[in-house]
């Protein structure tokens, strides 16, 4: 197999369980570290014409990180697509599971395993507490509904406070996430890389987790630790 990766969480997975088998991914792909394939340009920006010229047997790409328009351009050109809908936990192992089985896999990964028995042992216990999670500012940007990274913290214990919006990433002026008055902000390194020093001073008086991003939002081998490290990071929140 020769394997196409368009989302960073499957380039991952797919180089752990397969080596050898990706042909290419993005410029996000950052995991492994030293993985040596040709980058193709962004997630939403893919070379089409450069991935059409390595012949791949498989493209994987996700329906919310990939642009419709560009997997059309894939399948016109005469390339299989395997287009991933992940929205919680459970749909993050059954999808993994497929893309890994469309890649050649004869059996399940170790790591997938691992993972999956990590989430079914979390207990997030009492009392939930309330949260606004931006990912992005200039303008801010929440987690709204029916997002991975929701149903993640969800499962933590802790339930953001926009998880019934319209929208799933609605843009909030940051009086309203504010005046929402959340036990906790919790603030990932990306897509926005919120660090100390920019983001929480946004939020006075609140307690601000800053959180790895990857942990939070990457379906593949660090779904076997997000449970654990999450959970320290959240616990750590400071105002």
Known sequence: MRVVSLVPSLTEAVAVSLPGVLAGATDWCTHP????????????????????????DLVVANEEENRGPDLAALRSAGIEVLVTEVRDVPQAFRELDRVLYACGARGRPRWLDEAEAAWAAVQPGAPRRSA??????RPWMV??????????????????????HADRYPKVPLEELRAAAPDLV??????YRFTPGDGPEAFPGLPCALVSGRLLTWYGPSLA?????LASALRAARP
């Open 186 to 191: 919790v603030l990932p390194d990306e897509p």
């Open 132 to 137: 606004v999670v931006p990912v992005w500012r």
């Open 143 to 164: 987690l709204g509904r029916d997002t991975f990274a929701g149903d993640v913290l969800a499962r933590l214990g802790v339930d953001h406070l926009y998880a019934s």
């Open 33 to 56: 570290a030293d993985l040596d394939v040709p980058r193709l340009g962004g997630t939403k920006n893919p070379r089409v014409d450069e991935i059409v010229a390595l012949a791949p």
């Open 225 to 229: 630790v997000a449970p654990r490290e």
